[in-house]
Each structure stands twice: as structure tokens, then as C-alpha cells.
């Protein structure tokens, strides 16, 4: 169970970023609409006057604050964070592809659309990734359609996997063509990670352990599948820094010179296919930082921070600035690179 608390501090760097990984939970869930309520739907429950419980199948995923759907207690905390603006995406667990697709289809509509409310009230500082019902390609093209022309949306987060299949699966492809037609940047977030057999420890490992495990192998399979050479117009960023790609990255272009069946089936050197991918900052590490910057390019790199779920990066500006970047490089991973990635480089951020 995570908490969250209400309480401010008095630090104050400039507010100047842009945070490409922030969360969404509604204050309430709707009602199923139909007969019995299906496995997976969620619903909330009280905890205190600024928090609530995720209550899944009778059970509380997580605890949360009002940060997560009041737009007017996130944006007091952008002055202390160095943020100008946030792009907001629904917590993982929310994309719900376990879900039959017609009701994944209206969970996900109902997420979307509290999103565009919020970016509404935000005063232009908040942007929206919405969601999309993937277990069912034509249903999520459908959305994503919606989310774009009817919401205004800038793009769509994704989980680093869809029930098992994994980014860069070849079955995914009518998705990102339509992402590409749409020019709809894809966030790709850690969800229902393998290997939580292999953890010893409490549930939160989960997110602390797993999530940049799974997250580094949907990005390696991105290299692998070649998606890039397919769509090479395609805005694709990952999480958690990558997660574990970062160093899995050598092994893989080494082995290109060892299995000629490597040699045949990737298109080219996984070092410079790298190069067209977006990662985020979280890694809660300056010297993992600068090797980011060093493996993946200073133009790849932007603020990710998991607001406002306590596990959550908050100084990200000061963080940077504090890797000893030049001024260059530190304001393409502070702004410059999440403006492109978003799409939103002539957005009036003043």
C-alpha cells in the first residue's frame, strides 16, 4: 500500500520542466454498466480527507492522494518540483487490457475523458496521454482517434507489454502505423512485470525491481523487432530510464557479431537504433544519469518523475542540474526533448 501526504516545502528552483511521466486516478470509478461486475474493474473507497483506496476485486491496489484527479493541488506542487508542465497518463493498472475489450473500451473512455477535464481546468499546464484498449487493435484505433480529434489529446500511454505480447511484436504494427498517421507519441509504462516469482521481499518490489526489468525488455524487443525500421517516424519513449536496456544494450551488439541468426534478423546496430528512442530521467541517480545521456543521446532524455505516487522524483529539475551537464544538454533533458517528444514545441508555455 502506498500513502501519499499533503504538505508543501519551501524549496523553489526555476520552473522550467517538462515532466513527460505523471499519473491519473479519477476520485471515483463508474458503475459497470451491465450485469455482474467483471474481474479487474475498479472502484474507490474512502481512507482521510485528501486520500482515497483503489479497490480492486475487493482489494486495495493503493492508497492515493487528490493529487492524482484535482488539477488545482498537482499544479501547487510544480513550483518545488521546477515543472511548467506535466503530462498526465493513468496509473498502469488502469489500462486494464485483461479486461473483455468491450468493457476495457469503456473504462478507458470514461479515464480519457477525465483526463481532457483536467487538462481543461489545468490553465494550459497540464497535456494529456490517453489510453487505449489494446487486447482489441481495431477498438483501440477507434480510441485513439477519439482521444486525438474529439479530446485533444497529444498522445497515449501504453504497458510494456499486452497481456503477454510484448512492444515490439510484429501483431502490434496496425497500432503504430495509426499512431504514426496520427503523429500520437506512444509512452510506454512497466505493467504486470515478469519475473515476480524470482523477487524475495514485500509487494512494492514489484515497482522497485520488476518495473525497470520489464520495461528494458519491451524496449529491447523494440531493437530486436525492428520497429523503428518499419516506423521511423514513430515517437516512442519508455520509462524507469529504460530500465535495464541501458545494460543489456552491449551484450546485445556484441552478439551481433557472434549468432549470425542476431545478424539476420536485426536490421541494424542496436547502438544506433537506440538513437531514435525517448527514455525518461527516473532513475534517482546522477552518475545513472549521465551514462543514459552517454549510451542513449542527449536528445533522448526527458523528466520523468511517477507524480504524485510517493515512490515519486521530487526534484527532478535539481537532479539534473546537478549530473553537471552543460547548458545545453540540460535544458534538451529539462525541456527541450519532452517539447519534441509531446509534439508541443511551439505550445506557449509562458
Request: negative net charge; charged residues 15%; proline residues 7%.
Amino acid at each position: 500500500m502506498q500513502q501519499m501526504y499533503c504538505g508543501q516545502s519551501t524549496v523553489m528552483p526555476c520552473c522550467c520542466g517538462v515532466d513527460v511521466h505523471a499519473h491519473v486516478i479519477p476520485g471515483e470509478f463508474p458503475k459497470y454498466l451491465g450485469g455482474a461486475t467483471p474481474s479487474g474493474w475498479p472502484s474507490m473507497a474512502p481512507a482521510d480527507a485528501c486520500h482515497r483506496h483503489v479497490m480492486i476485486d475487493g482489494k486495495n491496489y493503493r492508497t492515493v492522494s487528490d493529487k492524482c484527479w484535482t488539477p488545482s493541488h498537482r499544479l501547487a506542487d510544480f513550483q518545488e518540483m521546477g515543472l511548467q508542465l506535466q503530462a498526465i497518463s493513468p496509473m498502469p493498472e488502469l489500462l486494464s487490457y485483461w479486461l473483455s475489450p468491450a468493457d476495457g473500451s469503456q473504462l478507458v473512455r470514461f479515464l480519457n475523458e477525465q483526463i481532457a477535464s483536467m487538462v481543461n481546468e489545468s490553465g494550459g499546464k497540464i497535456v494529456g496521454l490517453g489510453a487505449v484498449p489494446l487486447q482489441d487493435l481495431t477498438l483501440a484505433i477507434k480510441e485513439l482517434h477519439y482521444i486525438k480529434h474529439t479530446l485533444g489529446l497529444c498522445g497515449v500511454e501504453v504497458g510494456s507489454n499486452i497481456n503477454g505480447v510484448v512492444i515490439g511484436d510484429p501483431k502490434l504494427d496496425p497500432f503504430f502505423e495509426a499512431c504514426v498517421a496520427l503523429d500520437m507519441p506512444v509512452f510506454v509504462h512497466a505493467l504486470r512485470p515478469v519475473g515476480m516469482d524470482r523477487l524475495v521481499g514485500p509487494a512494492p518490489l514489484q515497482q522497485v525491481l520488476a518495473y525497470p526489468t520489464d520495461v528494458g525488455l519491451a524496449a529491447a524487443s523494440v531493437l530486436t523487432g525492428n520497429l523503428m525500421h518499419r516506423y521511423p517516424k514513430l515517437r516512442i519513449a519508455f520509462s524507469h530510464g529504460g530500465g535495464t536496456l541501458a545494460m543489456l544494450l552491449p551484450r546485445l551488439q556484441q552478439a551481433m557479431s557472434v549468432f549470425p541468426a542476431l545478424r539476420e534478423s536485426v536490421h541494424s546496430s542496436p547502438f544506433e537504433q537506440v538513437r531514435a528512442l525517448y527514455f525518461d530521467t527516473l532513475v534517482f541517480d546522477t552518475q545513472t544519469l549521465r551514462h543514459l545521456v552517454h549510451t542513449f543521446g542527449s536528445s533522448q532524455l526527458m523528466i520523468g518523475t511517477d507524480y504524485p505516487f510517493n515512490f515519486h522524483d521530487k526534484h527532478p529539475v535539481e537532479r539534473i542540474k546537478e549530473a553537471g551537464f552543460d547548458a545545453q544538454v540540460t535544458e534538451q533533458l529539462t525541456s527541450t526533448n519532452a517539447k519534441r517528444f509531446l509534439g508541443i514545441e511551439n505550445m506557449n508555455l509562458e
